[in-house]
């Protein structure tokens, strides 16, 4: 394993917020790549920020985003 890696184990938990953030975007008529979708659920899970240059995480209520 790479130096200064960690590996986030996603769970139940993950599992719920993903769907959660899902609802939420269809909801309001929006859409995201599921692939999208578990990587915010995993930054919410953990508190942690974004680094993204993709726009429709700024869709997601809950979640810290540095547009780069």
């Known amino acids: 394993m790479a130096t200064g890696m960690t590996i986030l184990a ?6 719920q917020i993903y769907g959660r953030i899902g609802n939420e975007l269809k ?4 859409a995201m790549p599921a692939n999208d979708l578990w990587i ?3 930054g919410i899970q953990y508190g942690l ?3 993204a240059h993709d726009a429709h995480f700024d ?3 809950g ?5 780069w």
């Not at 996603?10 to 599992?15: I, N, R």
């Open 10 to 15: 996603t769970d139940a938990t993950t599992a």
């Open 27 to 30: 909801a309001k008529g929006l």
């Open 40 to 42: 915010a659920a995993i």
């Open 49 to 51: 920020t974004l680094a």
């Open 59 to 61: 869709w997601i209520d």
């Open 63 to 67: 979640l810290t985003v540095e547009q």
